[in-house]
Every structure is written in structure tokens, then in C-alpha cells.
């Protein structure tokens, strides 16, 4: 099984920027997947955006344009860029890699997008 841990989180005002980092306990090479999920009080956990072995990406429609996701094969990190944030961006991110044999999620960061 594979360890996913999330940094990055914090607080911003509405239209500022962050950069989540998700770092993987080993070679991301071969991952099926990995994608960044959020989930906000009172809501289910939700997709955010994806990225394919390939490098085909894909993002929720409340995010697009706004938010870019990568991945760094030497470095064993996909990150989410996040930019024009708002008030409804506000929840905890996790992290999530699909690997043969399974799923793995990270423990969250927390953004919160408030003046």
C-alpha cells in the first residue's frame, strides 16, 4: 500500500492563491490515478480534480480555470494549484491515489477562503 500526506493548506483571502502538495510514500510512476478531493461542512466529499498515468487531467466544473492539477514523477508529488479562490472553495483537501490493489487517502489540510 502506498502513504499519501497533504500540505499546503491555510488561510486566504477571496481571490488569493495557494498550492496544495500531495507527497506519496513511493514512486508515483506506475499510480493508476491521483486526484484531490474536498469536502466542506455538512457535504459530501467531492472531486476536485484528477490526473490520469497519462497525464490527462480532469476537474469539476466549479473549478475550472481557476484551479490546475500536476504531477512530478521524480519528485513522488501531484500538486493543485489554486488560484481566484472563493468563500465557497473553503473545506478540508484530501488526497487520494489509486494504486493496483486498492485506494489510498491522505488526512486532509484545511483551506479557508475569508476576508
Known amino acids: 500500500q502506498v502513504q499519501v500526506v497533504e500540505s499546503g493548506g491555510g488561510l486566504v483571502q477571496p481571490g488569493g492563491s495557494l498550492t496544495l502538495s500531495c507527497a506519496a510514500s513511493?514512486?508515483?510512476?506506475?499510480?493508476?490515478?491521483m486526484g484531490w478531493y474536498r469536502q466542506a461542512p455538512g457535504k459530501q466529499r467531492e472531486l476536485v480534480a484528477g490526473i490520469s498515468l497519462g497525464g490527462r487531467t480532469n476537474y469539476a466544473d466549479s473549478v475550472k480555470g481557476r484551479f490546475t492539477i500536476s504531477r512530478d514523477n521524480a519528485k513522488n508529488t501531484v500538486t493543485l494549484q489554486m488560484n481566484s479562490l472563493k468563500p465557497e472553495d473553503t473545506a478540508v483537501y484530501y488526497c487520494?491515489?489509486?494504486?493496483?490493489?486498492?485506494?489510498?487517502w491522505g488526512q486532509g489540510t484545511q483551506v479557508t477562503v475569508s476576508s
Open positions: 487520494n491515489a489509486n494504486v493496483v490493489g486498492g485506494t489510498s
Open positions: 513511493r514512486s508515483i510512476f506506475s499510480f493508476n490515478s
